[in-house]
């Protein structure tokens, strides 16, 4: 048999030029006759590896990279793949220390194969958790999320099994599986790695939500900036029907069960759920308020569940391995594993996954490996934009929920992004409130006006305008933003300017003109 | 409404005015509404766009310098392409980034942009 030549038709590979490496590749060994294929497996988030070439020949799968465009023909001379002594070889894949050193539950195929070869990933351990769910009673299954500890990934951390044991509970024959794929934050790209390298999977858990909760039909709203996720979960969709996981007859259950793709529109608070469950019916995208719950009244006015990408993927270990192997991982509340993100001015980016209570100095020393420029790293913002930006002397702290929510910051969707020392903490504070007033979707006056005068204090301040009062004004603001809104934009934007204030007391001097007022 | 005007976006390179009442038609909805959405979304405008850069302008590329990469490629670019700053591309660890058409390209810098427009 030939050898396998595998690189990876992913957006951040393509972004580096994997396609072109492909190409290269394929020219040189038709050209020079070896007995090879290019394969277009996803990317296993090893980023700064990225275009990762793997060479699988002889039993042995090595690692070449980064390898540019320039260099991919090199991989193959005088007739012959290169091996273990070429000096762009990392070694075995699996060995590298950036991938070795994770817990992959969620990301344990990414890359593997070809995202849309639907027989690997019945090969890979697919379908497992759908086929176990079909054999169960619906209550079984919501016993082992909670026994799993599952929490939301979206950024809220709410329990899963609650909102499914409620949209099972609520009344109606119509009922609907929402996937939030709208993946915001900066920093975070967890759910388009998995909708670009594994989407059966994301299919597959959805399909184990419907035929639970009672849903005939599910939605994954996607954002509009991933051109790439939206390929590959169309085509995916197209092969889960025409392979039975979807369609009038899921895997031979006699159930039903359909996905709808549809794009959202460049707009960050369309996250937020209720704003996309309005955006998917067509309107502007304001947030509505709470009570009703959307899993009692949420699509076209129906019991909706909503989860994130990532929530849904851990439902299909969690039904493959059990509640309680995935419970076994993490700490206190914080249970299983989390997908994180590193990103930012970091030398080694891209996924990590490790069970929660991981110290983030682990995180950012043994995997990201320092900064990108070679300068200090400084702050680390993790959380998204609505996030706290973290000084050195926290970096010590245990990536769960618990240890974060009290030490004033959040894990959020799971993005880490590093700054080094030449970052201006005081601009990172005004641009959490231009960001938060750029994106308000209106309906409440703290968030919408309040972010704009918090922007414009802060920059009279940088401007070395500051009056006196500023730093009481501010806190004012803040505090009418944080109990004045209804979601989180408005409410938690003043998270990461309090830290900034409290964690970089240098950076935004609001005493200037205190003294004499 | 949101998957018809993104057709329309897609063959027009933005939503014509005159299409307005078509959509509200089209859709039962009133003129207002149709408006309404249009101005909400990043993605739909009624001004027509030659050709478009995105780049990121978010908090990881903010860690990589994008504030002056941006203020590079407006200087660089003629006329009638525009630079649009948008919030992340979910490319984060190969910072900056910028999106042109489909195409994403991460470790920006304005020449390879330059090379990239000059390509297209
Ligand atoms: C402003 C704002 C933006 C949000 N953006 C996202 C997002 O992009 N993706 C996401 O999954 N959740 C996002 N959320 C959280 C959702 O409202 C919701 O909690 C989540 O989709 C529920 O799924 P989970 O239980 O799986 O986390 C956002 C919330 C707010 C307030
Ligand atoms: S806090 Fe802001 S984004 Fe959230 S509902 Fe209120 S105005 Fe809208």
Redesign the interface.
Known sequence: MGACVYVPDE??A???GAARVAQALADAIASQGVDAKVVRNGSRGA??L?PLVEIEAAGERLGFGPVSPEQAAALVDGGRLADRSHPLCLGPVDDIPFLSGQTRLTFARTGLARALDFSAYRRLGGLQAAERALSLAPQDVIGELETSGLRGRGGAAFPAFIKWQTVHDAPGAEKYVVCNAD???????AD?LLMECDPYQLLEAMVIAGVTVGAGHGVVYL?????KAFEVLGEAIEQALKHGLLGSNVLGSGRAFTIEL???????VCGEETAMLE??E????MVRAKPPLPALSGLFGKPTLVHNVLTLAAVTTILAQGGSAYAAHGVGRSLGTMPF??????AC??LVELPFGTPLSDLLNQFGSGS??GRPLHAV?VGG?LGAYLSAEKWGLSLDYESFSAAGAMIGHG?I????DS?DMAA?AQ?AMR?CAE?SCGKCTPCRIGSRRGEELISRVRNGEGRSGDLLLLEELMETMETGSLCALGGLTPMPVRSILESFPDALDLSAGGADG | MLPLLHWITERHGHVPRGMVPEIAEALNISRADVHGVISFYDDYGYEPVAAEVQVCGAEACQALGCGELIRQVRRHVSGDVHVREVYCLGNCAVGPNVRIGERIMGRATLERVAQALDAD
């Not at chain 1, 067509?282 to 995208?285: L, V």
């Open positions: 957006t951040t393509n972004s580096l980023f700064h990225e993946e915001g934050d900066s920093g975070t790209f388009r954002r509009s900036e991933y051109p549809r794009l959202g529109a460049g707009s960050y955006s998917i067509g309107k502007r995208g993100q590193l990103g930012g001015n970091v980016g891209g990108h420029s913002q934009p993005g992004v590093a700054f080094d970052v990172q641009f960001f994106e």
